[in-house]
């Protein structure tokens, strides 16, 4: 058994439940100060700081939390929703493991280990624990959400959206349902819609506007040309080398430059003018890195299609591989976009620190090792 919260627990949790993030910090330090082992304080602690995307300090008051009070459930929950935005999976799925045996017959802890196991790719333990919680609280919007996120990272968008829906019937103005949804419908090329309500999103919460998704039409667009530019440009050269043996096929390549061309410039446009000026006006506000990448990226894809199409029409073969060479650094573009997002992201930037330090920890034991080898005496 574990004590009560404490009074100040719930005059700083009812100010992080409404926003005033600063203000809870503040009571929760301050009731550290008279207690600084208290189990609940540092799990609110660890939930605040989480919220304002300080992850790494958060894992740090939720690690305490855990040695203080190793029975709160609560307190390995926090952890594991902090374990699982640091891209720590399974980390994530053992503390809320913990917190499940902690206290089994309460929904959140299920919910949790459920999101958990879809972060480490365990689709059906994931649905089973979802749906073992919807027993225990079959009310929950949490519980709906979190089918939701499972469905949508198993690939089965449909059940997401149902699931989704059914937990925005429940409560309409809940955020993230909404920007769920808006998500769902983007990945099925809903972009009307789906800018319709990233936009009511970010207007009813504007403190926490998410300008990457809100330039996914953009994104996707070339993400989707990068594949179809290798394609294309690849299956023409190919049919250039074949035009040496059979000179007919000269005409069949101009063919498909030109239809392929043609398809691609159409996929960009069913995709970016629906979406409006809103993803070009959050291409500005996007991560430095991030905004260069895709920049360039635009131009460089748009120069490649007009080639190919220009070559459907002169026939003259150096364009083709000239669409081809450039292919590599799209996706090397592609490779700064993530890598731009990742280090603007807390989790993901707090992950590849962590990453790095293993690689760096790695090649000083690896060295040492190497020293040691070498210096020991022949015949030892």
Request: aromatic letters at 8%; charged letters at 25%.
């Given at each position: ?39 609940w ?36 929950l ?16 053992e ?30 333990r994931?649905?089973?624990a ?19 996120d ?86 023409v ?18 063919i ?62 150096p364009?083709?591989v ?10 090397v ?36 090792d ?11």
């Amino acid at each position: 058994m574990t004590s009560p919260p404490p009074r100040a627990y719930w005059r700083a949790q009812q100010l992080a439940q409404v926003g005033h993030y600063a203000e809870a910090e503040q009571i929760t330090r301050q009731g550290l100060a008279e207690s600084p082992d208290d189990g609940w304080l540092l799990t609110l602690l660890a939930s605040v700081r989480r919220l304002r995307r300080d992850y790494a300090g958060a894992l740090r008051a939720a690690d305490a939390a855990v040695t203080a009070v190793p029975l709160l459930a609560d307190a390995h929950l926090e952890r594991a929703e902090n374990l699982i935005v640091l891209v720590r999976a399974r980390d994530a799925v053992e503390a809320a493991t913990e917190a499940v045996r902690l206290e089994p017959s309460v929904a959140s802890g299920h919910f949790v280990r459920a999101r958990a196991l879809a972060a480490a790719r365990d689709f059906e333990r994931a649905r089973t624990a979802a749906a073992h919680g919807r027993t225990l609280d079959p009310a929950s919007v949490e519980g709906l959400l979190t089918v939701a996120d499972v469905e949508r990272d198993a690939g089965n968008r449909e059940a997401a959206l149902a699931a989704a829906r059914a937990a925005l019937a429940r409560a309409p103005d809940n955020p993230y349902g909404r920007w769920l949804i808006a998500m769902l419908d983007a990945e099925r090329l809903k972009v009307r819609r789906s800018m319709r309500a990233l936009h009511e999103v970010a207007r009813d919460n504007p403190a926490r506007a998410d300008v990457v998704s809100m330039t996914w039409p953009i994104r996707g667009v070339l993400g989707g040309l990068r594949r179809g530019l290798a394609a294309t440009a690849g299956l023409v050269c190919v049919l250039l080398v074949a035009h040496w043996w059979w000179p007919p096929v000269e005409t069949f390549a101009r063919i498909v430059a030109a239809v392929l061309a043609f398809v691609m410039a159409a996929f960009a446009a069913r995709v970016l003018i629906p979406a409006g000026r809103l993803p070009w006006r959050c291409l500005t506000l996007l991560p430095r890195l991030m905004r260069q990448a895709d920049i360039v990226a635009l131009i460089l894809t748009g120069v490649a299609i007009g080639l190919l199409a220009f070559y459907a029409v002169v026939a003259w073969w150096p364009l083709p591989v000239i669409v081809l060479a450039v292919t590599p650094p799209l996706w090397v573009l592609g490779f700064a976009e993530l890598l731009g997002a990742g280090l603007d992201d807390p989790g993901s930037r707090e992950a590849l620190r962590g990453w790095a330090e293993e690689i760096r920890t790695w090649w000083r034991t690896t060295k040492k090792d190497l020293r040691e080898a070498w210096n020991e005496p022949p015949g030892r």
